[in-house]
């Protein structure tokens, strides 16, 4: 947010950085980090934007960005982000953007169509194969969910986004026992902070499926430690 507004500051003309910088403070509405404010300055930025390039695939990224994260409206978001991917249809973060518009309004079967699109413009990206593991378990599809996740995990082994994608396919596996021998070898992995893992599957769907009281409570002691208290904000499956 700081480069942008030295950009803007600048080049006071520079349509793109306004874009860009809505973007950026729409991220911290989703992520719910003064949401009031930082909406606020993403609507202003984006007005901007507007004001200058009002067709400028990046404005019109942002308009995707706002309708979704700003206003959850996702039906509004994917209208919005269709019409970006005209003008750039080999843009594969907008394809993971439009599938996950789609997977909000309830369209799974488009969702799932959107990200293998997105998965096939960039097959390095872990984030989509993680969100088709979530999107195929949604469908019904455990052992094509079960797929993408290992692709996620191969492609990137430490990363906190799987284990969010994990626990939401382990909550739909309605396996209470399988969820947590997976969160405890989660713990254990290299390169995944075990009070980060327990604040992601704990916070997330991973509590819904873990009943018994003794697993209840060495989750809320570990949840309770000083590490996790200071393991920072959480991943939000898209």
Do not use: C
């Amino acid at each position: 947010i700081r480069a942008y507004a030295d950009a803007v500051t600048l080049d006071p003309e520079f349509a793109a950085a306004y874009a860009r910088k809505a973007v950026a403070h729409l991220t911290l509405v989703w992520w719910s980090i003064d949401e009031a404010g930082n909406l606020r300055l993403a609507e202003q930025a984006l007005e901007r934007a507007r004001a200058l390039a009002p067709d400028s695939v990046e404005t019109l990224i942002a308009e995707g960005y706002y309708r979704y994260w700003g206003r959850l409206d996702y039906a509004g978001a994917y209208a919005a982000i269709r019409t970006v991917l005209e003008k750039s249809p080999q843009n594969a973060a907008l394809w993971s953007l439009m599938a996950a518009a789609a997977r909000r309004a309830g369209d799974m079967s488009g969702a799932k169509a959107a990200f293998e699109r997105a998965h096939d413009l960039d097959p390095q990206e872990s984030g989509v194969a993680a969100n088709l593991a979530v999107t195929t378990a949604y469908l019904g599809q455990r052992a094509e969910a079960r797929q993408w996740l290992a692709r996620a995990w191969a492609l990137s082994p430490t990363s906190l986004y799987n284990a969010n994608a994990e626990s939401a396919v382990l909550e739909m596996d309605a396996d209470p026992e399988a969820a947590w021998q997976r969160y405890e070898q989660l713990r254990q992995q290299p390169g995944l902070v075990p009070s980060q893992v327990d604040r992601e599957l704990a916070q997330n769907y991973f509590t819904d499926s873990v009943r018994d009281p003794a697993r209840v409570a060495l989750l809320a002691e570990r949840l309770s430690s000083p590490e996790s208290l200071e393991a920072g904000e959480l991943n939000r499956i898209q």
